[in-house]
């Protein structure tokens, strides 16, 4: 509560060379620049009366910090996807703080500005176009907001109704048995009582009617209605292309002949021939026979591992 | 004696068995069977808990493989060793039994206050301080300092731990908190890390709700516990309650003021260290920007902190570059102090949504979404960085940090409060900003997704059908047991009016109304002249027990009532309380009689036993509803009708009969016990109030008891007081609501117990 018996201070909101930082009271300000600018006291830059404003926060500085990092993020204002990853954007991120820190910190003031307006020089396209559009956090931030308003108006509105079509009801209901005493034979304690039961029916057919009413702003397929869909590039994803290389297997052996050469060749010749009920699946004897050659082959020249 | 409970063989180390124990192990075993969730209602002082052990045991030991641990959950200290010791009686009878030694592992686990056995750390008064100083001795760092320079203080308990601790498991046995402080003490290990180590490989652990529903704990102590384990919460009406706590956060003008302190001493500490040691800080920086998880450099000691959301929502991602260096976090902090200081300056009550701060924030203070959910990962890997050694001293500032990252992952289920000042006192400022949390199911839900079977239990859980709702989640048993009972030993009187017939109630435009009190006197005044011992009279707050008792001593009742009995009250302060209780007590033992005022929602109502002549009646002063203005309350309820369909009026009034139910159930412990129930308000008559009292107590209110007079309430108290005096014997009970091996066997009793258990 200390700060509400404060007086109004004023901060200056141009960025100096200096480390001098005006705070000034309301009246100090009034004084000062009558004719709407004037000179600073302590380093004689000449300051503009309309580029004071309110004090919003305890310490000064932050309050400096924060109006230095509103210029600095409408030049800086790259977003995630102009980055080809998560690491260079978090390295811009960091950039960005570095030039912040700088500027509210006066270290390197102006090399840390010849820095920005050159980078401003070099991105002005990007910059003009990103001014326009939100962060995609921003943007979800906007989206849950709309979404909570809506609810909070269907509520309502959802409420008001059921009010109505209560009280519409409970007085259609009396005025039923106003006329059914007028008119009906019956004594009148049997109408009440079944007046009684009716009500009681009433109850609790409300009470049915709103749980299944639930809201519908939901499409068949989950999407909500109205939401925006955000078009976003894929991230890109830079790599060498899969290339095919045949299995190569050395063998230490002689060559093995082709499966289909097998029979030509002659190793077939003592090999039991394949049954009727084998070759369903897919089996003949050429294969058995072709493992049965590479096996016998391989690691028959033991000498040429040696030699290499 | 040894049941068949559907095929399983289950020992129970009691000679006797009351018939709704038996069809509480029916329904717990067909829950565990069913691999689900259970919901399970019966009444206190009928062996809830060792029915519960002696059934799990039996099921762990038949199937080994299906389950391999219980983790059973119980609010207070007293009430995890009252586990351990029926735990123990149960493996005693195993050995015994079987002949074969013991393999079982059970232990209980409590906080470093509880175990410590260092002889200075484990003499500070406060858990905070032991924490702290615990930190500073055993924290990796330091330790790694200490090779350097020996000088510096060591606990040898846990380097003696630490050196051969880890690889000598704990011997098979039951362990409560002081037989783990004698085994540390013989062999020199810390019993603390000695505990939280060996649940790993423990077959039953007994801890509190804390370790398994608050993520800031959970995930420090029960991460690696499998899933193949059956969680059991005892004791659980305000489980929502508890959950509810766990995610919120409360901050004050003050602990923004301390929070500053800590910023700076930060930002000190900060500067030291680049003098003296960057090579620190760049390789803190070095791990930031490669986004290693600390998984792999923090040790048990180091993770103080942890990270307030739950575990699937953190992200895996590494820290924005944003907060990457030291100084520039340091200045995040910074600015969002000055933020959060310059919102606790309002006027006027505020309200809004996690979203609508985010982007209030974003364009105050240029702090985006991202950089907040890192908020509490990065003060961790910070305060490590700079080797802090008292944490306890840096409360203010995790706090703020665990509020950033909570605002910034959830933005459903949570509200933002800011009230200028207390409701009472509208003229003194202070501000308070509530960040509280209205799903109660957010914290327990990965609970209910890890654990094949979660059993959620108490004497207490009426309308059962509400639990499931509010916790979110699908029981595959939901069931209330009744009492079995050889003789009606509970008698629930509802005492609607005075005998000058006005309506008894404390409603709010009854309370200051002089009849009303005046008749809640003779009712009390009367009471205290019939029944003997103890009475505990229970009033809806604090506020209108003062103000009752004040007009009661200007209208000279209380003189009338101390001719009876002493008269005892609760107040807010602990000590003064347990003072109070003491004395009752003394005066109950000695005959003289005495009456103790309390408080419903209080200490006393809620773990506190009257076991026999300590409470012969209760009375129920009124209903007790929460305190509805409340703001917290209000955006509660909203939300409960919203996402779950609960009307206002039906949780409010579920929330004070689970609370009436509890204060007048403090009396009955056991079926050898018996005592009054007296409801003085003549709104318990109703219908939709009398139905959400549990149903043991609901059977017993006949339609005769339901709005009486206070003379009438006295002589149908009279004449049970009368009845229930006379001796009862073991034999009386036998056959009917106690049961030898035999009479278990029996197809009628058989019969009957199928139908104790009420099915929802």
């Known amino acids: 509560m200390r700060a509400s018996f404060r007086p109004r201070l004023f901060i200056d909101r141009t960025i100096r060379k200096q480390s001098c930082f005006v705070i000034r009271c309301e009246n100090c300000v009034e004084m000062l620049f009558v004719r709407g600018s004037g000179n600073c006291v302590q380093c004689d830059t000449p300051l503009r009366k309309n580029n004071f404003r309110v004090q919003l926060f305890e310490d000064p500085t932050v309050d400096k910090e924060v109006e230095i990092r509103k210029k600095v993020l409408k030049i ?100 039923a048995l106003l006329d059914e005493l007028e008119k009906s034979q019956l004594p009148a304690t049997i109408l009440l009582a079944q007046h009684k039961v009716r009500a009681a029916q009433l109850e609790t057919q409300i009470e049915h009617q709103k749980q299944t009413v639930k809201p519908t702003n939901l499409f068949s397929t989950g999407i909500h209605m109205r939401q925006t869909v955000s078009l976003l590039p894929a991230p890109k994803i830079e790599e060498v292309l899969y290339r095919y290389q045949p299995l190569h297997v050395e063998t230490y052996g002689p060559q093995v002949p082709e499966l289909e050469q097998l029979g030509r060749v002659g190793y077939l010749n003592h090999v039991r021939a394949a049954m009727p009920q084998d070759t369903a699946g897919g089996y003949s004897s050429a294969l058995a026979c072709h493992r049965a050659v590479q096996d016998a082959f391989s690691g028959l020249f033991p000498f040429k591992r040696m030699n290499s | 004696m040894k049941l068949n409970i559907e095929g399983l063989l289950v020992y129970f180390p009691y000679d006797y068995i009351y018939p709704e124990q038996y069809s509480y192990m029916l329904e717990l075993k067909r829950t565990l069977d069913a691999k689900g969730h259970g919901v399970l209602e019966m009444p206190s002082g009928t062996g809830k808990t060792i029915s519960l052990l002696s059934l799990i045991v039996a099921y762990q030991r038949a199937f080994p493989l299906e389950v391999t641990k219980l983790i059973y959950c119980s609010r207070t200290v007293p009430e995890i060793e009252k586990v351990v010791e029926e735990l123990r009686k149960l493996i005693e009878y195993y050995c015994k039994e079987t002949g074969e030694s013991n393999n079982f592992l059970a232990l209980a686990l409590s906080s470093r206050k509880n175990l410590c056995i260092h002889p200075e750390v484990s003499a500070l008064r406060f858990g905070k301080e032991v924490d702290g100083r615990c930190h500073s001795l055993t924290a990796s760092y330091i330790r790694a300092q200490r090779h350097s320079d020996p000088e510096l203080p060591a606990c040898r308990f846990y380097e003696e731990f630490d050196a051969v601790g880890r690889q000598v498991p704990l011997p098979p046995g039951v362990y409560n908190l002081d037989d783990l402080k004698d085994f540390g003490k013989r062999k020199g290990w810390c019993p603390y890390y000695l505990a939280r180590y060996s649940i790993l490989h423990a077959n039953i652990v007994v801890y509190s709700y804390h370790y398994l529903l608050d993520p800031k704990i959970a995930d420090l102590v029960s991460k690696e516990l499998c899933k193949k384990s059956i969680v059991v919460f005892d004791e659980a009406h305000n489980i929502d309650n508890v959950c509810i706590d766990a995610m919120s956060v409360n901050i004050t003008r003050r602990t923004l003021d301390r929070c500053q302190t800590n910023v700076d001493t930060l930002q000190t500490t900060i500067e030291k260290i680049k003098e003296t040691d960057t090579a620190k800080l760049r390789e803190e920086y070095r791990r930031l920007v490669e986004g290693l998880k600390n998984a792999n450099v923090a040790r048990e000691t180091d993770v103080y902190l942890s ?27 910074r600015r969002f102090l000055e933020y959060l200081k310059s919102r606790l300056r309002v006027q006027h009550v505020v309200q809004e949504s996690a979203p609508q701060f985010l982007k209030d924030i974003f364009d105050k203070v240029c702090i985006d979404r991202k950089p907040l959910r890192f908020c509490a990962e990065r003060l961790q890997s910070l305060l490590r960085t700079l080797e802090i050694a008292d944490i306890a001293d840096f409360s203010a500032v995790t706090l703020i940090s665990n509020f950033a990252t909570l605002v910034s992952t959830y933005s459903q289920g949570f509200t933002i409060i800011i009230e200028p000042f207390e409701d009472r006192t509208p003229t003194i400022a202070n501000p308070v900003l509530h960040f509280s949390c209205m799903d109660p199911s957010i914290a327990i839900k990965p609970v209910f997704q890890r654990f094949q079977s979660v059993v959620i239990t108490s004497g207490t859980l009426s309308p059962l059908d509400i639990y499931p709702k509010i916790l ?71 506020m209108y027990m003062e103000n009752i008792v004040a007009s009661w001593y200007e209208q000279g009742i209380l003189e ?13 302060d602990a000590a003064e309380t347990s003072m109070a209780l003491e004395k009752y007590q003394e005066a109950c033992e000695n005959g003289r009689g005495a009456i103790l005022l309390s408080v419903a929602r209080g200490k006393v109502s809620e773990g506190i036993d009257f076991v026999h002549h300590f409470g012969r009646a209760v009375i129920m002063f009124g209903v007790p509803y929460v305190y509805t203005q409340s703001r917290i309350l209000k955006a509660r309820l909203e939300y ?24 007048v159930g403090r009396a009955i412990r056991g079926k050898t016990d018996y005592g009054l129930m007296i409801f003085a308000d003549k709104r318990y008559a109703r219908a939709d109030k009398r139905g959400k009292l549990p149903r043991w107590i609901q059977e017993h209110i006949s339609d005769g008891s339901l709005n009486l007079t206070v003379d009438e309430a006295v ?25 030898t091996f035999e009479q278990l066997q029996s197809e009628e009793m058989l019969k009957k117990i199928s139908q104790i258990a009420h099915q929802t």
């Open chain 2, 307 to 333: 990270n307030p959301v739950l575990p699937d929502e953190i992200l895996k991602e590494a820290v924005p570059g944003s907060i990457r260096t030291a100084e520039h976090f340091v200045g995040f902090l």
């Open chain 1, 76 to 175: 800086f204002n790259k977003r995630e996807f102009d980055f080809s990853g998560l690491r260079e954007y978090n390295d811009y991120l960091e950039l960005v703080e570095d030039t912040v820190y700088n500027l509210t910190n006066n270290l390197d003031v102006e090399n840390t500005k010849l820095r920005m307006e050159q980078y401003q020089r070099e991105n002005r396209d990007l910059i003009q176009k990103n001014k326009a559009t939100l962060t995609r956090e921003q943007e979800e931030l906007e989206e849950l907001l709309l979404l909570e308003q809506q609810g909070n108006e269907q509520r309502r509105l959802d409420v008001l109704q059921e009010e109505q079509r209560q009280l519409n009801a409970k007085r259609k209901n009396k005025q």
């Open chain 2, 472 to 542: 979110d989640f699908r029981p595959v048993t939901v069931a209330s047991f009744t009492m079995t009972l050889a003789r009606t030993c509970l008698c629930p009187l509802i005492v609607g009016r005075g005998n000058d017939q006005v309506a008894l109630s404390s409603k709010f435009e009854t309370r200051e109304d002089f009849a009303v009190i005046r008749n809640y006197g003779n009712l009390l005044l009367e009471m205290s002249a019939i029944v003997p011992d103890g009475i505990v009279a229970f009033f809806v707050s604090y």
């Open chain 2, 640 to 663: 409960l009708r919203d996402q779950f369909q609960i009307k206002e009026n039906d949780f409010l009034t579920f929330d004070a009969m689970r609370h009436a139910a509890q204060c």
């Open chain 2, 560 to 572: 009338n009532i101390q001719r009876n009995k002493l008269i005892f009250i609760e107040t807010q």
């Open chain 2, 715 to 739: 002589n149908l108290s009279k004449h049970f007081l009368r009845q229930m005096a006379q001796p009862f014997r073991q034999e009386d009970q036998l056959g009917l609501s106690l049961l």
